[in-house]
């Protein structure tokens, strides 16, 4: 399996979905089990990045941690297996991230995703917190030098395990002024077998004004580009229904509310920058999976799933001659 495979989902085919026999077998029953969620904590933020795809949500929504432990709970009696805690805000600044992070791991026995700015790694570093994540990417842009906050990662490489690192390098409008603070980013990867890629992607709300992906990928003839998964965000699709990927991969905001995916916030014409109103499937964990209330794609402008939602159905459709492949 290629890089770009086991590290991203948007915007490629589905692979994975193949190598999951369970999943294969309940969408021929026509069921699709949330079998990965993406958890948002907190609103709360260390940082103000200029790009940031959320920056009008209300930033003092914060999940109690008993909250945490009964939506997780309900998704893994569902079929969950994967968490992804994210944002929203910084998940580092929750107060009981590290009880999230025990809860999920050992309670559950689900696997962990986690994002972050890398600013408040010490909440994780003198526990086995870390080597409870699957993997973790650290999100770096073009108005700083990601090496002020990779220096403070290289500080915990030691401590992480198994723990597969990564670096999220969002392209902006600055980029074409500093190329040497991505080649920084790659050449740091490069010298630590533990940071598995670099995923270069556009700033999703400045696409107009961002240089072209091949341009960038071209001004890198110098370096070694086998860690990096180029993401041009410039092509995607308009959403469908039914959005089955609402039912597989749904996203959980601070406030319990449950949304169809982690792009909701600029899927519309103008972006909202928050958890989008009218994207809104409810809280009912239990109705939504039992009735499989799939999201009405159909008013999103934006979709870059759209293979998944087209494999999904495929998959879960009568298929004549099946013989002639």
């Not at 699709?32 to 003092?60: A, E, F, G, Q």
Request: with cysteine; glycine share 4%; proline share 4%.
């Amino acid at each position: 399996m290629s890089n770009r495979f086991s590290y991203t989902s948007a915007d490629i085919f589905p692979l994975k979905i193949f190598y999951d026999e369970e999943l294969l077998h309940r969408l021929k029953l026509g069921y699709v089990p949330p079998r990965h969620i993406s958890l948002n904590p907190t609103n709360r933020c260390n940082k103000n990045c200029k790009y940031c795809s959320y920056s009008n949500r209300d930033m003092n929504i914060e999940m109690p941690i008993e909250e945490v432990k009964r939506i997780t709970t309900n998704f893994k009696w569902w079929g969950t297996r994967a968490v992804t805690i994210t944002g929203g805000g910084e998940p580092l600044v929750h107060e009981n991230i590290e009880e999230i992070i025990t809860y999920i791991h050992d309670s559950l026995g689900m696997k962990i995703g986690f994002t972050t700015n890398g600013l408040w790694l010490y909440r994780l570093k003198y526990t086995d917190l870390l080597k409870k994540l699957t993997w973790l990417r650290v999100s770096v842009d073009s108005f700083d030098d990601p090496l002020d906050v990779l220096s403070i990662v290289k500080e915990y490489l030691p401590y992480s395990g198994d723990l597969s690192w990564s670096i999220s390098y969002v392209v902006t409008s600055m980029q074409t002024m500093r190329l040497n603070y991505l080649k920084n980013a790659i050449l740091f990867a490069n010298r630590h077998k533990e940071v598995s890629h670099v995923r270069i992607v556009s700033d999703l709300l400045d696409l107009d004004n961002l240089p072209p992906m091949e341009s960038i990928r071209n001004a890198l003839f110098d370096i070694d580009l086998g860690k990096v998964i180029f993401q041009d965000r410039h092509n995607y699709e308009h959403g469908m229904s039914p959005c089955l990927i609402s039912l597989l991969k749904p996203n959980i905001s601070a406030d319990g509310m449950i949304y169809p995916c982690c792009g909701t916030q600029y899927a519309t014409k103008n972006p909202q920058r928050d958890f989008a109103r009218g994207f809104e499937m409810g809280k009912d964990i239990n109705k939504i999976w039992q009735e499989q209330l799939a999201f009405n794609g159909e008013i999103c402008s934006r979709c870059y799933y759209w293979r998944y939602n087209q494999t999904l159905s495929a998959l879960m459709s009568k298929v004549n001659h099946v013989e002639f492949v």
